[in-house]
T-cell receptor, first 114, second 107 residues
Framework: ETGVTQSPTHLIKTRGQQVTLRCSSQ?????VSWYQQALGQGPQFIFQ???????GRGNFPPRFSGLQFPNYSSELNVNALELDDSALYLC?????????????FGPGTRLTVL | GQNIDQPTEMTATEGAIVQINCTYQ??????LFWYQQHAGEAPTFLSY????GLEEKGRFSSFLSRSKGYSYLLLKELQMKDSASYLC????????FGKGTRLSVIA
């Protein structure tokens, strides 16, 4: 059974640029959630995708957008990068979108915005 | 709204027992998760409590009191590798995480 994978592991961008982060969900999981984790903080929910549709969104501006593909892999896109976007971006997959199902996290992408 | 509180840091000695507390206020409740996160790594699942009481899993146990909005994670026979951040999260959609408790295990 393959776990959750993310790419790239590290990324450095400059203000105003755009970035795409990728996530492959665990085998059999149809739900992917994305989180932003700033240093010393807990993960903050960005949005969730269930069967290729957005299924909930946290308090993030529209320049944070996403996609889920038929194989349930997912992308997080961030436009017009700001310095405060520097963080660890985590995706987590689960069997279904309910809060009772355990989410399994990928290793994360460390984004640095200069 | 939802609010989760955990101590920021704790230190304990190798071989000892430590209890990490978590209090929460949430509209709607679907259980409480505990995750372990080593520095620079992803959170890994430790436990899930939806009913009141204690759930034991090896050296780790987790307790929940829904009426008090309170949970704790109990770590026994501490090992150096247990040095990590411990995150509690309410099992709603989406998960709402606390800021985490950074545990340092010293010799």
């Amino acid at each position: 059974e393959t776990g959750v994978t993310q790419s790239p592991t590290h990324l450095i961008k400059t203000r105003g640029q755009q970035v795409t982060l990728r996530c492959s969900s665990q085998s059999g999981h149809n739900t992917v959630s994305w989180y932003q984790q700033a240093l010393g903080q807990g993960p903050q929910f960005i949005f969730q995708y269930y069967r290729e549709e957005e299924n909930g969104r946290g308090n993030f501006p529209p320049r944070f957008s996403g996609l889920q593909f038929p194989n349930y892999s997912s992308e997080l896109n961030v436009n017009a990068l700001e310095l405060d976007d520097s963080a660890l971006y985590l995706c987590a997959s689960s069997l279904d979108p309910t809060g009772t199902d355990t989410q399994y996290f990928g290793p994360g992408t460390r984004l640095t915005v200069l | 709204g939802q609010n989760i509180d955990q101590p920021t840091e704790m230190t304990a000695t190798e071989g000892a027992i430590v209890q990490i507390n978590c209090t929460y206020q949430t509209s709607g409740f679907n259980g409480l998760f505990w995750y372990q996160q080593h520095a620079g790594e992803a959170p890994t699942f430790l436990s899930y409590n939806v009913l009141d009481g204690l759930e034991e899993k090896g050296r780790f146990s987790s307790f929940l009191s829904r009426s008090k909005g309170y949970s704790y994670l109990l770590l026994k026979e501490l090992q150096m590798k247990d040095s990590a951040s411990y995150l509690c999260a309410t099992g709603n959609t989406p998960l709402v995480f606390g800021k985490g408790t950074r545990l340092s295990v010293i010799a």
